[in-house]
Structure formats: C-alpha cells, structure tokens
Antibody, heavy 124, light 110 residues
C-alpha cells in the first residue's frame, strides 16, 4: 500500500524556520517526482513545490520562492520542505503528494495519493 | 499564478445532478488537457476524482464525470448522494511548468 506520512509541523514565530518531512512507503520513492501542497484555514489548496526523482530539478510557487527549499533523501525514502522567513500567511496544513504516472508519458499532472498533512501555525 | 475560479458553493437534492465549473486561462486550463479534480471532506486529505479532464481513477464511481470547453473545465456529479457532500477542487498544469488549484467549491446535499 502506498503511504505518505508528514511530520514536523508546529507553532513557530513570524520570521522563524521549520523543516517538514514526508516518509514514503509502498512504492519506489527514488523513481518518483514529489510535490508539496498546502491548505490554509478557510482557503483553497495551493501548490507549493515540486522535485524530480533525483533531486536535480525543483520548482516553486511565487509565494514561497526564495524562502522554501524542497529536497529529498532517496536512501531514507523521505521528502523534505525547509521553510524560512515564515509569516502568518504560511499558516496551513502541508501535504506531500505524488504525481500520477503513465508508462507512455512519465510523470503526469495529477496528484495521488496524498499524506494526512501536518499543520504549521505561524504566530507570536 | 492566480487561482482558478470556482463557485464558492453549489447545492442539490439527493438523486439530482450538479455541475461545478473551473475557469482559468489559455495558459492553464485552456492550454492543456491536464485538469484534475479532488474531493476533500473536513479534516481529511484530498482525494483524486478525475484526471486529465475526463478520466476516472479505478474505484471512483461513474457518477463523477469531467469535461472541458475552452478555458473552463467542469465536474458533474449525477445521482447525488449524502456522502458526496464535501469540498471540491480543480487543478491544472500551467505554461510556467507549475500547477494551480481552484479556490474550492462547497457542495451541500440538501
């Protein structure tokens, strides 16, 4: 069974940092692209970041570019999100998710499955 | 990276059909057949319902269907059931090689 388990969330002061982790199991993590998506209270889902299978290429939403860094440890089947210079607008549940895959077309543009999420609260 | 536009809420009675729209631009929804839809119940993770505009993952009821015309994609749920009550989000790949979600639609089953 494919499983994604996030951890590392918590309460942090504005301007602080936090590192989220996502432990993957049930599939070949080292072959998989991965994403982070967040869900602020009362708002919609927002795509945050993506990393390719070996970690050599990444992309970010404009709202987090320069502050967040996505990375991975394929030996430990773990995805990370380093979050710096946090503001109240970063308060959200953060989900890790895997894109769909097609034998013909490779990594695709839908997200399945999702982890259960980890809550990040930025407040003084 | 503006969010795709969805109605804030829709409602329907059991057995009826409803449609949720998702409007973007030619740089996302209109430019690619890469629209997906997600169902999210309160406190739960999102669940994939439709991918690549019209395709249903295995295990998803055929009461759920997707379509697209121009810059607007749509999710139709037929034969509404109480358990369909949830938030629904659309998503699209974009010309910037990023992904964008809609603001979400709250479905109420009356």
């Amino acid at each position: 069974e494919v499983q994604l388990v996030e951890s590392g969330g918590g309460l942090v002061q504005p301007g602080g940092s936090l590192r989220l982790s996502c432990a993957a199991s049930g599939f070949t993590f080292s072959n998989s692209w991965m994403h982070w998506v967040r869900h602020a209270p009362g708002k919609g889902l927002v795509w945050v970041s993506r990393i390719n299978s070996d970690g050599s290429t990444t992309s970010y939403a404009d709202s987090v570019k320069g502050r967040f860094t996505i990375s991975r440890d394929n030996a430990k089947n773990t995805l990370f999100l380093q979050m710096n210079s946090l503001t109240a607008e970063d308060t959200a549940v953060y989900y890790c998710t895997r894109p769909g895959y097609s034998i013909s077309w490779g990594w695709r543009h839908w997200f399945d499955p999702w982890g259960q999420g980890t809550l990040v609260t930025v407040s003084s | 990276q503006s969010a795709l536009t969805q109605p804030a809420s829709v409602s329907g009675s059991p057995g009826q059909s409803i449609t949720i729209s998702c409007t973007g631009t030619s740089s996302d929804v209109g430019g690619y057949n890469y629209v997906s839809w997600y169902q999210q119940h309160p406190g739960k993770a999102p669940k994939l319902m439709i991918y690549d505009v019209t395709n249903r993952p295995s295990g998803i009821s055929n009461r759920f269907s997707g379509s697209k015309s121009g810059n607007t994609a749509s999710l139709t749920i037929s034969g509404l059931q109480a358990e369909d009550e949830a938030d629904y989000y659309c998503s699209s790949y974009t010309s910037s090689s990023t992904w964008v979600f809609g603001g979400g639609t709250k479905l109420t089953v009356l």
